[in-house]
């Protein structure tokens, strides 16, 4: 299959409208619509949903880029700081608008479970583990839209496939079929939500249990698709066994695990 997408939607005002950035907000709008059907059915007020989203887009997006930042390119932004957090790139003879091309989900999880720690703390409705568990839905259906994402942008390519069977990312100038790895994550992702979903009904009260099937699924995921994926960089020079992506997930795997066990004994002592 050949693969030769425009990144570009349309433009407004001389900027581009990205396929990736569309992805980004049928993600985050999908989520507020599973949320407030959760709510919904928990008699949980309304009134705390629009925050909730203030606090994920904007915790989402930080440690997604704080993560790409430190964990894969940071020779490259220690050297050129204002472009962290500023969607630009330095081209020599000076700044372009590029927008964010760099996020990592190791660094969104991180930035989720702080932000939403802090959200906890001011509007106290609700325990922290009890708000994790119930936004694995919408992190899981949401993933597989920023995968897509990253299909159209040819980017987060899969190594070469050696058969006729791939994808040619044509944009990337390449003649040879590659593993669609963006495919093959947005597939799992897209599992994972709907094996949460039927968790959900059962063991919504079982606090921990969601979050750490999430974990240790999602994450069991990307180890998996790390072996068709070509490197990102990162710190696996001086780890050469695995991937950056592979090192990085391995904890998650175990965490969610442990918050399995965990819940389940919570549940067996209460019995």
């Not at 799992?188 to 249990?209: A, C, H, N, P």
């Amino acid at each position: 299959m050949n693969w030769s997408p425009d990144p570009t939607l349309f433009e407004i005002f001389g900027l581009g409208i990205h396929t990736y950035s569309l992805m980004f907000v049928i993600a985050f709008s999908l989520g507020y619509y599973l949320m407030k059907g959760m709510f919904k059915t928990e008699k949980v007020a309304f009134k705390y949903l629009e925050p909730l989203l203030f606090y994920m887009v904007f915790s989402t997006l930080i440690g997604a880029r704080l993560g790409h930042v430190f964990f894969y390119d940071w020779d490259y932004f220690s050297q050129h700081p204002l472009e962290i957090l500023l969607p630009i790139k330095d081209m020599g003879t000076g700044y372009k608008f590029i927008g964010f091309r760099g996020l990592a989900s190791h660094g969104a999880v991180i930035g989720i479970l702080f932000g939403i720690y802090l959200f906890q703390k001011k509007y106290n409705f609700k325990s922290w583990l009890w708000i994790l568990d119930r936004l694995t839905l919408p992190v899981a259906i949401g993933g597989m839209f920023v995968r897509i994402g990253n299909f159209f942008n040819s980017e987060i390519v899969g190594k070469y496939t050696g058969t006729d069977f791939g994808v040619v990312f044509l944009n990337n100038r390449e003649t040879l079929p590659r593993h669609p790895a963006q495919l093959y994550e947005a597939l799992g992702y897209f599992i994972l939500f709907w094996i949460l979903r039927q968790l959900y009904s059962r063991y919504k009260d079982r606090e921990g249990m969601l979050l750490g099937v999430f974990f240790a699924g999602l994450f069991s995921l990307r180890f998996l698709v790390e072996y068709v994926k070509e490197s990102q960089g990162g710190f696996e020079t001086l780890l050469p066994l695995l991937s950056t992506g592979q090192w990085l997930s391995i904890p998650c795997i175990i965490g969610g695990l442990v918050l399995v066990w965990y819940a389940n004994k919570r549940a067996t002592a209460k019995a």
